[in-house]
């Protein structure tokens, strides 16, 4: 019912437009990674400082966030590193389902690998992800399974085994879905 609900219920959503929906880019990092966490890392309304850059050093180092201090403001990191901040907030929350949308777009190809990896990775530990992706190649890269959406419906399912990027597109110009 609401995006709180679905923080509780361990659902979590990192935006296609990460700087409109998913980023404060005038703050700097270790509050954007804490964003999402305040409630464990407050009382009484005070912030525990020492905790939040706790928080935000493990990410950084987990994930390989490029910084020159947790305090520098997100507007200043390369596009995959801001990617990578949202998603150090979502999964400071420790999530069951990690919902992606377009997560590499606009960044360049050695972070849209590192990003890659990371959600292999998470899928590996049992984490249950979805990626809304564009990008052809990139879903056939990281899915166990894919479903194909057509004007708002579902079209089909593929195993990846059985899945190319010509059977993908002719699922969806089949049915009358855009490209």
């Not at 990003?115 to 984490?127: D, H």
């Amino acid at each position: 019912n609401s995006p709180a609900e679905a923080i509780r219920a361990g659902i979590v959503l990192a935006p296609e437009d990460r700087k409109r929906d998913g980023l404060v880019p005038a703050w700097p990092v270790k509050q954007n990674i804490s964003l999402a966490t305040l409630d464990e890392l407050s009382d009484r309304g005070f912030i525990h400082g020492r905790q939040e850059t706790a928080l935000a050093n493990k990410y950084i180092g987990e994930l390989g966030i490029r910084v020159s201090s947790p305090w520098q403001a997100v507007r200043y990191l390369s596009g995959g590193n801001q990617q990578k901040v949202v998603l150090a907030k979502w999964l400071a929350t420790h999530p069951k389902i990690l919902m992606l949308d377009e997560p590499t777009r606009g960044i360049d190809i050695n972070a849209k690998n590192e990003i890659y990896k990371l959600i292999v990775q998470l899928a590996a530990e049992r984490m249950g992800i979805i990626v809304v992706s564009s990008e052809l190649p990139e879903i056939l890269a990281i899915s166990d399974r894919i479903l194909v959406l057509a004007a708002g419906t579902l079209v089909t399912e593929f195993p990846i085994a059985d899945a190319t990027e010509v059977s993908l597109l002719r699922a969806a110009i089949s049915n009358g879905g855009p490209l």
